[in-house]
Every structure is written in structure tokens, then in C-alpha cells.
């Protein structure tokens, strides 16, 4: 609004001199030259200090545009100097050529079409295409404005170029209101609006000022002026409000260039118009001989400049060419699969990696379509990514591939369409990423995590089955002190060993329920693989498959993760189990421990289908299964042989006659296994043992009660934290036995409340559970002695014997 305000303010200000110096010949020579290229030079500026913003064609468009503005006020220049200097005015001189192709330069600028983007990569063709558009005009001003004049009876050359003018005004006006509706939705609607308003006022104005010249009656200063002042102002205010050009240029997408036939106009416009001419409308001798050399000379330099454009449009076909042998190398050399088809699903082209992972040749796909290479059911997922292409420009999703042989895999695809200049897609082209692996990963990520939520549902019910379990145990233990007769004793022993029995199996499963800790420890792998083995003998035994264990006479030290070496086993064990089952063959899974030197040694062997020569390779690979799909995820042997030479052992198949055998070595281990305790107090008299009971299950405590009352203890009991520590406020405490896990206040937290009001109560403290494996404790309370759940009399036994209380108690 600005710049609107000061073109109004500009115009009556050149009116209003312009009048005051009407009668003053000299001074309004000068105001007038002076005040006509003011607005023109002022486009020339403006266009200089905003070039910086522009790039490509939107700077060429500008940059013609100037061009044209300065050779108008080179001839307005030579005008001025005809008209005050030599006091003569002609309209039809040397400056009348630059005067009209100033004129007529924005209509030329027009080609470079801005509002189609920047478009560096076509700067040098539109150029050319600007210079001989340029270079026809010349020729045509040339040929019937100035070469009539020269001969006499040519013609009257100033009603020429009046309405030759008048002609160049009506042309732009038109291209500048097409291009301004053309350019309705871009940001070069305001600059084309401007530029419309400008060639249309000085169309309307220059008919007034064009009758006055014919009439004689123009004068420069006048009022007639406006019919160039009006028009530059307009184009003034067009260079201020055009965008500048995007930073990201080069990405642009490319545009539809101009037909061919436009760079061949002005070509052969110059001959046909030139040599035509002369034959219609002959000047005869000198003029029609400078009207053939002009001619010659404009065809020359047109067929120059054609030349050109063709080099440097060659140029670019061998730059792009380059570029797309790049491109189809990087294709080839990905590992994505590509495949690009017609818009019915025809295949256009496959990369190598889309024709290896599917194999089949090119040739075969050529005459296939894309709906032939999926999974049966999946064939009308086309017509939705068709669909989806059309409205959201992309497709994502995950399609089944089907292999020549008939195997299958899914494949993570991105779907885009390559449109033609009308914007109709022509072609699609499809990214595709085998996601075998991943699915199978995401399905052990979910296994894990049921098994997981099914291991936390098993300590639970372990912990619930290990209360009634002790209660039991303890009860038989009770009854069997009381020395019963032999037959009562028996059953009271068998009793009690099916209950220890019981329990045993709750701390195999706790132990394989629990996350392992990353803790080594001295470990007997006779221990490890007994307990393993129990687990899975009777599910064998259900399934007709005889186990046979040949454990070595000795223990087997060896230090280690105790689950982690759980974990071989059972993997060993479900191994050797499911060849057998899917196979059909065998009967019988053979484990053997033995030592080797320095190394212990566990064998696993079957009588089964064994391993085929062609995968013995690949049997410890990530994900190789031989299993169908879902049967297994390929993770058992691999995990397991990281496990081992995580340990400094190794894991390997051996070469048997019949069935599999795997063998696992580790590094033997010289340190026997012990449990670590405090130091053991000084024995107290069985006068003065005082003991403390505190569980909130009423069956397991009134049982220690018992117990504990058979061994000389005086013993108070208390089923809850709170209670305990209001009863050790009023009592001295020899003995302190305390659940692990009670509602409220823990057993870890009667500990230390307990330690705190008598440290030596510490050392006497015996922490009781059901899962030994789920404590979380402190270096601190490491050393605190647990009685797990369900014990017998001969382990209350050993942890009394352990906090000191052995001789006083026997």
C-alpha cells in the first residue's frame, strides 16, 4: 500500500511541474527527460538491490525484465537529445529500436515462466530462448520501422510504428492478464495482478498519448506522459512484492518445459517474414537489399543461437543421463527390493535384489503382474494401494510375498505413484524390505513376555503351595519324634519324603520362573543337570520317551550362572524331546556327565532322526529352525552356545552313527560349593534360649513353635513386623526366626529395626521363605542365614547349628 501511495503522490506531483513550467521550454526539456526515467531507472535499481533473493529463472525473469527497462531509457535518452538538442523531433531514429524492444522486453521476460518455481537446472535453455525471441523483435522494428524511411516512397514509418506500438501494448496486456490467472494459486499472483493493471492502464493511456503524436499536439511533460510514467510504477511496485526464491531451489519438482516449436518460431519467422516481404511489399533497389542482408544476418544468428541451445540441451541429456545410470546403480546395488509396474499391476522393472529374493529372471517378470508375486488372499490389496496412492500421494503397509518355489515371506512395502504432466500417475513404484526376521524376533519378544507373565503366575502359586507344604513336613517331622511304631514309621517317612519331593519340584520351577542373576558362583553340574532333569522326566514319560541319567560319581565343580547352565539343559532336553516327537523315530534321550582333566563335561544324546549333513553347519545360527513356522524361533542352540562361551566352555555337535548328540564342556572349577554364613556366636546354655517366631501363616507357625519347644527353646510368636518389634521391646531374645514376605512391615525390615536396638540379636536373626531365589537383599544381609520353605528338622537343625546354637539344641 506503501508503494501504491507514493506512485499516486509521484504522478501528481509530475502533473502539477509539469504545469507550473509549461510555458518555460528549457526547463521542462530537462523535468520532463529527467522525470520519465526516473520510474525506469528505479525498476533497474529496485531489480539490482532485490537480485540477491532470486535464483534460476525467477532472477532471469527479473533480469530480462531490467534489460528491457534500460534499453527503453537508452532510447528515451536518444529522443531527448534529437528532440532539445538538435530541435528536432523525430519519432522514427536510431533510438526508436531501443525504445521498442524496452517495450516489448517484459512480454519476452513472460517465457521464463516463474511461477512455475526457480528451476535452476533450465536457466540456460529458457536464455536462449529469451535471446532469440529478443533478436526477432530487433529484426522486425529493424525491417519496418527504420529500413522504410531510408528509401524514398517507403512509407510513412511514424503511423507504423504508432500502431505497431499500439499492437506491442494490446500483446502484453493479454500475456500478462493470462499469466495472472494462470498464476491464481502461487505466490506470483500479486506480482502478475501488478503487472496486468500496469500493461492494461498504459494500453488505454498510450491510445490518447499515440493520437496525439499523429495530431502533432504532444508535448513531453504533459499530462501524455503518463502513459509510460503509469505502467512503471505499477512495474515498480511488481518487483517489491515478488517472492523470493525458495532455499531449497534444487529440489523442486521438475517442470514441463515449452514446446519445442516456441524455440523454432522465432528461427524461421525471420526468413519467411524477410524474404516474403520483399516479394509482397518491395521497396526496391537499396532498401530491399538492406531488408535481404538484414535478414541474412538475423537468420545466422538465429540458427547461432539454436545451435546453442541444442549443445547445451545436450549437454544436459548427457548430465542427466549420467545421473540416471547413477541412479539405476544404486538401485541395482541396495539391498531394498524395487519393483516399479504400470498402473494395471504390469512389471516394468525389478532391482537385483527384488529378482534374487523372489527368483525368478527378468525375463519371467516382464510378463507377470504384481497381484501374481503375493500370497493367495492378498491379491486385492492393489486396488487399495491404487486407491490410496491417488488420494494420499503414498502407500505403507505389509504384503505377503510368494518365491517361484512357492515359500512366502512378509515384506514391509512404501508404495509412490510417478505422475505425467497432466498429474495422472502413469507408473508406481514400490520400496519393499524383508521382514522375516524381525516378525520372528517380535514373536520370541512376545513368547518371552507370556512366559514371563506364566513364570510370575508359577512363583506365586509356588509361594502359596510351599506354606501348606511346611506345615506337612513339619507336622510328619513332630509325629515321627514321637517314635511310633515301625509301620506307622514308615508311612511317616514316606510321607515326608513325597512332601520334600513336592517341594523340590517348587524350587525347579521357581528357579527357571526367576530372572537369573549375573552373578558366578562355585556350582556342581551333577546338581544342575539332576535338577533339570526332573523337571522334564515326567512330560517324558507321558510321551513315551525314556530318559536315562549317568551322572559321574563325583561332584562336578564348576563355576557359573547356575540358571544360565539350567538354561542349556533344558534347551538340550526340548531339542533332542521334539526331534523325536515330529520325527516319528526313537525312543530314548541318553544324559551323561562326565570329567576330562581340567573340564566337566555333560553329554545329551538321542536315538532320533539326527542332524542332515546340509544344516549341520547353520545349527548354532540366529533364527535357523527346521521347525515349521511357529513350531520354533531358531533362538534355543544359539543362545545357548553364547552362554557357553560366555563361561569359557564350548557347545558342539557330535559326530555319532546314530541319532544327535550334543556335548557341553566348561572349565573345571577347584573350590567346592559353600554357603558362606556369619560367624558363629559363642553356644548358649539351653537354660537361657528365648526364640522369636514371626510369620503370618498360623499352620507354619504353631509348627516352629513346636518344633523349636522339642530343642529347649522358650519361644513367643508374633504374625506381624509390628508385633514382632513390640515384643523384642519387652523380651531377651536368643533366636530370631522371621518370614521373608508378611503384609505390612517386611521380615528385611524387622531385621534391621531389630539389629538397631540389639546388634547382637543380628547374628542370631534366620530369615524364612518359600522363594529363596526372588530376595533382593543388600550386601549387608547377605550373610543372614534362610530357611527355605519347605525344610525338614535336619535343616532347622543345621541353621541353628549355624547361628551357634548347634550343641546347646542337640
Known sequence: MAYLTIG???????????????????????????????????ICGAILWRRRRWIGCHRLFWDAFGIGLALWSIGHLGWAYETYVHQHQVWVQWHTLFSLCGGIGPLIALFARPHRGARPYA?????????????????????????PPLV????????????????NRALLFVSTTAVM???????????????????????????????????????????????????????????????????????????????????????????????????????????????AMLTGLVTVAGLGLLTLRLATQGTELQRADAQMRLLAAATEQTADLILITRVDGAIEHANDAFVRALGFSRTELRGMKSSDLMERGFAQVGTHIASAVRDQAIWRGTIMRRRREGSTFPASCTVAGIKDASGNITHYVGVERDITDEVRLRDQLVHSERLSAIGELVAG??????????????????????????AI???????????????????????FVRRSAPDRAPSDLNEIVATTVQLREFHLQQHNIGITT???????????????????????????????????????????????????????????P????????????????????????????????????????????????????????????????????PAAPTTREAAALRALIVDDEVPVRRMLVRLLERRGFEVVEADSGAAALAIAGGAQLSLVLCDVRMPGMTGIDVYRELSKKDPKLGCTFVFITGDKSALEIEEALRNVPILEKPFTAKDLQAVLAQVGFGSAVA
Open 181 to 291: 490467472f494462470a498464476a491464481r494459486r502461487t505466490l506470483w499472483y500479486a506480482t502478475y495482478r501488478w503487472l496486468a493493471i500496469g500493461t492494461g492502464t498504459g494500453f488505454l493511456l498510450r491510445i490518447f498519448t499515440s493520437l496525439a503524436i499523429a495530431r502533432g499536439a504532444y508535448q513531453s511533460g504533459t499530462i501524455y506522459d503518463l502513459a509510460w510514467i503509469v505502467p512503471f510504477l505499477c512495474y515498480l511496485n511488481a518487483v517489491f512484492v515478488a517472492p523470493d526464491s525458495p532455499a531449497e531451489s534444487e529440489a523442486e519438482a521438475p517442470v514441463t518445459p515449452l514446446p519445442v516449436w516456441l524455440s523454432l518460431v522465432p528461427v524461421f519467422i525471420v526468413p519467411i517474414i524477410g524474404y516474403g516481404t520483399i516479394f509482397i511489399y518491395p521497396l526496391g533497389g537499396s532498401g530491399d537489399s538492406l531488408r
Open 123 to 147: 536457466v540456460a535453455k529458457v536464455s536462449f530462448l529469451l535471446a532469440a525471441y529478443g533478436l526477432a523483435a530487433v529484426f522486425i522494428y529493424a525491417y519496418f520501422v527504420l529500413i
Open 489 to 511: 514309621l514308615r508311612d511317616l517317612e514316606l510321607v515326608r519324603r513325597e512332601g520334600m519331593r513336592a517341594g523340590q519340584i517348587v524350587r525347579n520351577l521357581l528357579s
Open 8 to 42: 499516486i503522490a509521484y504522478v501528481v506531483v509530475y502533473a502539477v511541474i509539469g504545469g507550473l513550467l509549461r510555458n518555460h521550454a528549457s526547463a521542462m526539456a530537462v523535468f520532463a527527460t529527467v522525470g520519465l526515467l526516473i520510474p525506469a531507472l528505479g
Open 550 to 608: 549317568s551322572l559321574h560319581k563325583s561332584p562336578l565343580h564348576v563355576l557359573a550362572n547356575r540358571e544360565e547352565i539350567q538354561q542349556i539343559v533344558l534347551n538340550l532336553l526340548l531339542n533332542a524331546e521334539q526331534a523325536i516327537q515330529l520325527s516319528g523315530r526313537g525312543t530314548r534321550l541318553t544324559v551323561r556327565t562326565y570329567t576330562s582333566g581340567r573340564q566337566q563335561i555333560l553329554e545329551v544324546a538321542d536315538d532320533g
Open 610 to 677: 539326527g542332524v542332515s549333513a546340509d544344516v549341520r553347519g547353520r545349527i548354532f545360527e540366529p533364527f535357523f529352525t527346521t521347525k515349521d513356522v511357529g513350531q520354533g524361533t531358531g533362538l534355543g542352540l544359539s543362545i545357548s552356545h553364547g552362554i557357553a562361551a560366555a563361561h569359557g566352555g564350548v557347545l558342539e555337535l557330535c559326530d555319532v552313527e546314530a541319532g544327535a548328540c550334543f556335548r557341553l564342556v566348561l572349565p573345571g572349577h577347584a573350590e567346592a560349593v559353600s554357603m558362606p554364613g
Open 152 to 167: 524514398p516512397g517507403g512509407g510513412n514509418a511514424e503511423k507504423t510504428l504508432l500502431q505497431l506500438v499500439q499492437v
Open 461 to 486: 502359586v509356588a509361594h502359596e503351595i510351599n506354606n501348606p507344604l511346611q506345615t506337612i513336613i513339619g507336622s510328619v517331622e513332630l509325629l515321627i519324634e514321637e517314635r511310633p511304631s515301625p
